[in-house]
């Protein structure tokens, strides 16, 4: 029997890039939809039809799994949408997968308190590209061997800010590992301002913007006479889907909540 | 206390390399060195004298052991000595760390069985450099998700041999991990021989000989849409310094038999 | 005045983008489209239909230049029809710019000397990426101080041919340039086939082949003590579009046949 | 018949390189060295003896030109000394090879005029590396195509300064060549101080200083679609012999002054 699951922010580029992952895969497939609006409509590659065709639309959580009796919730929504929405599975003893960013710590709390009373396990994974959270993984155990940090990430000139939020995470996941340390030559001279990047705790962030990148991250880590470096390109969202498959097969039995696709990677 | 360290192979550059590392920590100390010649001599800085100063060196681990009561033998000689070195420091219940490479598979399940009847344990790492073996750990991790892969390793070109040990012994540990897998285009044409690089099992293996080069390698792992790279390179035989006092600290209180730094690594 | 450009091929993939190329320009414009089908139809946005709209197509190029007198032919067909396609072109008193690689040594030849005799210039050019043709060109200026060179490209794993035609035509480059030389260990030993990777003149080439690549090339070249590394990442075919533009300015008032946009590059 | 050159800074670690490198070619020699101590004394494997053995020394130029007739002087001194050295060659007609940094504009000036007063060449080279130049050279040419440019220069964690002298140079040199260009977004959000770099006219320079690095840089240059890396990688001292004795055969025959080894590569 196919894992039902459940998808809230279906419309979105990465609802619609879960979709395809779930329906390629051979074990699990989408049964509803749960959105703001659209009640009652039905949603086919990402456009809504009101035919009974493609993926019924629901509104109501409680509703849906009425009907459908999913096992997970994706939700891939927004800041605004997606605490209601986990909170809400969980009362109902659905599984919450969730890849939208943005819950505050308080929020995160209330969660695990829930997760525990309900007994029903949740993932929560900000970043779903298996790569990616490859390299923060092994950068951060890299550290506690080799503790001179710097990294390095360049994406699109057309983004806006930095440093990238992965790169954030990465020196975080670095300063949870690395033993106490200080980095750099302690009389370092800098003549032009910034040249030596934004500093974590001695580490080095350091952002480049250019058309003709997409999106990249180096972690360079030092020791006496050698270097390891690694590296992730991201080419396009298609890298999200055996992640969110991972989570998907991963929560169901789950009575825990696990932060970070990083915790259910060996 | 400490550790009290005799070293065989101490004239040759690791044995220099490795009691510098020895000497610079604050717990541990070089006792004497086992040699096949030399004995009742002394060594100091890489040279042999006749006067007092110096480690005492001996051509018989029974003597030595008698007089200086080490906890561990660090073997760093060749594969001429190393088996019975191994073998006399087992019998005498001290701890054998072996840096040199050659052992036969033979020679290694009969030291296997000699530390089960001895409980005296060993650590046996034919790669000291612990950005290597975290590069080769990394990858053979991350080859369980991302399974095409290639390897391009760099060297300098006085190199004779290619490919090098440490590509090939990091294609087996993928191997070992990596699921059953068929890599590459079917139909692939290759208009010049050797252009794909060296096979194994579908990994391709491409190896760089260069002047400018030192040592240096990079396993390239590729998935939809991403790609993870995991580079090391080496510069100096200091970064063999960290691991080898980290196998030294670590082998004290074993009973059992450890194949490669990467085990002793979290 | 703006640059009428007639163009050949223009329904192609290669055709969609320099029909934007030109079309974003400011001084040059798409007048016909020359096509061995669809006489008297029009292309607008890569669809023919029968409406007066967008660019009228011709099967014969008399009667285009007739009608619309364009100044240039740009040419990216296919090795079939671009010699025909050259030569009308050429007897009209048409510049022809040509995308489309395949053209033989006897093609070429004859187009040389049309050239001479029209005193109508032209340029062809396998390859209109500038940042590729740069990489070329510096890698052959180069190789004549640091001589040891090994080329490795690198590309997604539905690429049929290894190696690539521009790492081909890379070693070519070099070939040309660099002073006679023996490169590598005379006395190597190579203990996996084609590890050293494919052979030109002692210049080895290395194809990877991975999913989560596009197109990328490196030409590593050593000196004593020092390595120069010039690397070219391809993203989209809108690379090709400046050099497009760069050929088209270009080949007004040329009398004389140009190969390579490296010719024109300063 | 040899090239005879006279060598001031003889007693430095770029004059023992520079020794070196003249001895082993077969068209040059050193014949004596000018210091400001030590006159009479010679100099041998970098020690000052007082037998007649090595490189005569002497502290005036005059004499020693009487006595050895050199046509060269290579000065690899400091900035103080530097000025007296170059204005004391070209006033004897010795064609002054400079490697040291330092020299005031109002210093270049006078020795410009000088120059073309006495007719005697000379070079000016703040870096001999042929890699490091002509990776400056590669820049700055590119930029007048892919006009977006970052440079990242990585150096070992003992190094005082940050940037590097060479990617401040290489920055100059590509603001002498790309067009008028704004670079990057002009919205963009930093979150953390200096992650994006030290500016130069929108063109943003990073320094990662870590152990396990020795001396990298890459200028990157992207473009729609593109982006194109030119990288050099520095091991050792010995990547400055070519670009010595280019320079010691370059400036004999020379009546004019040349600032960079840049404009004596083609």
Redesign the interface.
């Known amino acids: 029997m196919k894992i039902k699951v459940a998808i809230a922010g279906a419309r979105g580029r990465m609802g619609t890039t879960a979709i395809e992952a779930i329906e390629e895969a051979v074990d699990a497939e989408v049964v509803a939809a749960l959105d703001y609006k659209f009640d009652g409509m039905h949603l086919h590659n990402a456009s809504v039809n009101e035919e009974k065709q493609g993926i019924p639309i629901y509104t109501s959580l409680s509703k849906l799994v009425e009907e459908h009796h999913p096992t997970v919730l994706l939700d891939v929504t927004d800041p605004d949408a997606v605490f209601t929405n986990v909170k809400d599975a969980l009362s109902l003893g659905i599984h919450p997968v969730v890849g939208t960013s943005g819950l505050t710590k308080q929020e995160l709390k209330q969660i695990s308190e829930m997760v525990e009373t309900t007994k029903t396990g949740g993932i929560i994974a900000p970043n779903f590209?298996?790569?990616?959270v490859?390299?923060m993984k092994?950068a951060a155990?890299?550290s506690?061997?080799?503790g001179?940090?710097?990294i390095?990430e360049?994406h699109h000139?057309?983004?806006?800010?930095?440093?990238s939020g992965t790169a954030?995470k990465t020196a975080e996941m670095i300063m949870e590992n690395r033993p106490p340390h200080i980095?750099?030559?302690p009389?370092?001279?800098?003549?032009?301002?910034?040249?030596?990047?934004?500093?974590?705790e001695g580490m080095?962030?350091?952002?480049?913007?250019?058309?003709?990148?997409?999106a990249h991250q180096q972690v360079?880590?030092?020791?006496?006479?050698?270097?390891?470096?690694?590296?992730?390109?991201?080419?396009?969202?298609?890298?999200f889907?055996?992640g969110i498959m991972m989570a998907i097969r991963n929560v169901i039995g789950r009575n825990d909540l696990i932060y970070g696709l990083e915790n259910i990677?060996?």
């Open positions: 590209s298996i790569g990616a490859l390299m092994f155990q890299a506690r061997y080799l001179d940090v710097e390095l360049m000139d057309r983004k806006l800010d930095a440093p954030v980095q750099g030559h009389e370092e001279q800098i003549h032009l301002e910034g040249a030596r990047g934004g500093d974590v080095k962030i350091h952002s480049i913007r250019l058309p003709g990148l997409l360079l880590l030092g020791g006496e006479g050698e270097l390891l470096t690694i590296r992730h390109d991201s080419l396009s969202r298609k890298s889907m055996p990677i060996d």
